[in-house]
Structure formats: C-alpha cells, structure tokens
C-alpha cells in the first residue's frame, strides 16, 4: 500500500479516475481527497440491518438501495460523498459510479465522523432537490435523528428512541427501530459514580 500525502489535491476528472482503482474508499471535498475511516462493528452492524430492512421492504418497487460502497454526487465537480446508506427511486439515477438523485440518505454516527456527518455534509446534502429525509443513527446508546424536508422546504428534526417505530415518508417504510439495533453491543453508560 503507498502511504499518501496529508493532503491529496485533484481535479474531479483525476479522482473520479484514480479513487475507482483504489482498495480504500476516498470522499472529494472541493479538490481535495479525503480517505474514509473504518468503522467499527456496530457501526457496520447498523448499516447492514438498516439496509437491509429497506432493501427487503422496497423489493417490490423501483428503488434501490445501496451501502457503504456507493457514492453520492453531491456537487458536480465539486463533491462526492460516501453515505453509510442511500435510497434512490429515480429513473434518472443510471451511472453505474454514483447516485446523483437520492431520497433518503442514512449516515451511521462515529466520534470521528459526526461533525461533519452533522454539518458541512448535511449543509451539502441539504441542496440536494431529491433529497427527502436524512436520517443520523447513534451506535454508542439507541437513538435516532430523521431530518425531512416539508411541504415548504425547511428541514423539520423528529427524534426516536428504542421502543419506537420509524417511518420512512420517502419512501413509505415503516422500521421498528429495535431492529436497526439488532445484535449491536451499547457502551455501558457512564454514572455519577465514574465521574
């Protein structure tokens, strides 16, 4: 493996070229490359149930969901992202590179990521006129954020917890959110006593 440079600078032609012969995943922020961190087990695990919830729930229906592995046209030439899960419905949607026209985007929280998962890439994915709903999901303790885009356009913030059920408006799915946890292992919360 060759050790890149802290910053890897491109034009979007060049990585879009160069990330598709790469064993590790790479995000492109404005020219720059980024590489992706790993993730952990229930983080994987998360964005495999959830997908697979959807992906058996949509079986029937022209959308298509994809893990991990498939990027997000945010911006042409500008930016392109790697959501944990995203749901396209729309024919339009045939590059066999990139979703260009998503309805719901799923990123799985980590330390290392939710920062930017919650802002600068949220601020992105936000311009985005397919985009319906984009949901965060916590893997530390169940918990669930699902940002939806209203009748008049703003973002409108609905929060679930383990006994609850989410449903999906974009694309008309209905997930216990128990079953995005199942076989993930929560962190013992922290009590008076440790602090």
């Not at 790993?38 to 959830?50: A, I, K, M, P």
């Not at 169940?142 to 383990?162: I, M």
Request: charged share 30%; proline share 5%; glycine share 4%.
């Amino acid at each position: 493996m060759v050790a890149l440079p802290d910053r890897l600078l491109m034009s979007a032609e060049e990585y879009l070229t160069w990330e598709a012969t790469q064993e590790q995943r790479y995000e492109y922020w404005d020219g720059e490359v980024v590489a992706m961190s790993g993730s952990t087990r229930n983080h994987n695990r998360v964005s495999l149930n959830f997908s697979k919830l959807l992906d058996d729930a949509l079986a029937h229906r022209s959308c298509e969901v994809y893990i991990v592995d498939v990027k997000v046209e945010v911006e042409p030439g500008q930016k392109y992202f790697y959501p944990d899960v995203v749901v396209t419905c729309d024919p339009r949607d045939i590059d066999p590179q990139w979703v260009k026209f998503p309805c719901l985007i799923i990123e799985v929280l980590s330390p290392s990521t939710e920062a930017a998962d919650r802002g600068k890439k949220f601020a992105k994915y936000r311009q985005s006129p397919t985009l319906q709903e984009y949901v965060l999901v916590q893997v530390a303790q169940p918990g669930v954020e699902v940002f939806r885009r209203n009748e008049q356009g703003k973002w409108v913030l609905s929060e679930y917890n383990l006994g609850d059920r989410l449903r999906l408006e974009s694309v008309d799915v209905e997930i216990a959110i128990a079953d995005l946890y199942r076989q993930v292992q929560f962190e013992p919360e922290a009590t008076n006593e440790d602090a």
